[in-house]
């Protein structure tokens, strides 16, 4: 009987059924490419499938395109691959025998492009239900990211994130760098969030954690703690951020609330945190000219005034995107997992 309705939802799947639900925009792939393969991962799968068609337009001729499924109890026919001189489209069938296609992060397995390429620069998702039923259909938005061949490939301790997740790298990569620690020796828990005073606190550690220079009166860094008459009055002395505190806001990073406060176990909004890279890199003499525009996005009204240009900054150098191909939720907070992401970027494409 499984093996009957593997072959139905199959038949389904390669006889191109057409979808009528609508596209789900909580769905994105992630796609990790080293050593000339793509692993791909679906994350925000929050409903029961039980077959998919995954299709993915590749920049570059890869004729002999193969995909290896990374499931169990999963039927895989041979990917459909359709090539030219500039484009290569690779359709992907996972129909599962028993147990629904489901978890909030789904790693689908490994293509093989065969020849030069580069990453997936779009991606079409199809998935049916159990009684053959389109359940979501359209475009979804994609993460690629490209991995140096000669990079030493450490494996963190954590347990909570493994290789294959989609924020595995960016979170070796600042626990490496000293700018992010665990929450504990096994666990980095990616999915809590983050507040005000962390965040600062992560930058101080990315310029060096400065400190003023004995009797420096020139010296912009001022202790928040002191008499200066500049200080937050919910900043305690010894707090760990205190000092990064006071070297952020002295530097013109960031700023308080009118009522004298910097309110450091606020959770961060993702604006708030585009606005303290922001003028970070602005400090750095950074190139800060690029600009996106955000009107694309159905939410743009909600963007408070003084994000507006760093948010549109962000976007345009790949720091921050939309959680969904037209939401970018400036109002919303950041994860761990997602500041490691932003941050790694933060590294790579702007200082």
């Known amino acids: 009987m499984k093996r009957l309705l593997s072959g139905l939802l199959a038949l389904c799947l390669l006889c191109a059924l057409p979808a009528t639900a609508a596209a789900r925009n909580d769905l994105t792939l992630f796609c990790r490419e080293r050593d000339g393969e793509v692993r791909l991962t679906l994350e925000g799968l929050d409903r029961q499938a039980y077959a998919l068609q995954l299709e993915l337009a590749l920049e570059g001729e890869c004729p002999n395109a193969r995909f290896a499924s990374a499931l169990r109890d999963v039927y895989s026919p041979d990917c459909r691959v359709e090539a030219d001189r500039d484009e290569t489209v690779v359709t992907i069938y996972l129909v599962a025998e028993d147990e629904p296609l489901s978890g909030r992060s789904l790693d689908l397995g490994t293509l093989t492009p065969g020849s030069a390429f580069h990453l997936p ?164 003499g950074r190139d800060m000219s690029g600009r996106t525009e955000l009107s694309a996005f159905a939410d743009a009204g909600q963007v408070a005034s003084y994000a507006v240009e760093p948010l549109s900054w962000a976007v345009s150098a790949g720091l921050v995107n939309g959680v969904t191909a037209d939401t970018l939720a400036p109002g919303g907070n950041a994860s761990r997992a997602q500041v490691a992401v932003i941050l790694s970027r933060f590294r790579q494409n702007v200082l």
Do not use: H
């Open 121 to 284: 620069a779009r991606a079409e998702l199809l998935l049916l239900d159990r009684s053959l039923k389109p359940i979501s259909e359209g475009r979804i938005p994609l993460e690629a990211e490209r991995e140096e061949p000669d990079r030493v490939q450490s494996t963190l301790s954590f347990q909570d994130v493994r290789p294959g997740d989609w924020c595995y790298d960016a979170v070796r990569d600042v626990f490496e760098a000293g700018l992010m620690n665990g929450t504990s020796a096994d666990t980095f828990t990616p999915n809590a969030p983050t507040t005000r005073g962390q965040i600062v606190a992560i930058l101080y550690r990315l310029e060096g954690s400065p400190v003023p220079a004995p009797g420096d009166a020139d010296s912009p860094f001022i202790l928040v703690g002191g008499e200066s008459g500049t200080s937050f009055r919910d900043v305690a002395p010894g707090a760990y951020y205190e000092a990064a505190v006071s070297w952020a806001s002295s530097s013109g990073i960031v700023n308080g609330y009118s009522d004298g406060t910097f309110r450091p176990n606020n959770l961060i909004t993702r604006e708030q945190l585009a606005a303290f890279l922001y003028r970070y890199a602005s400090r750095k």
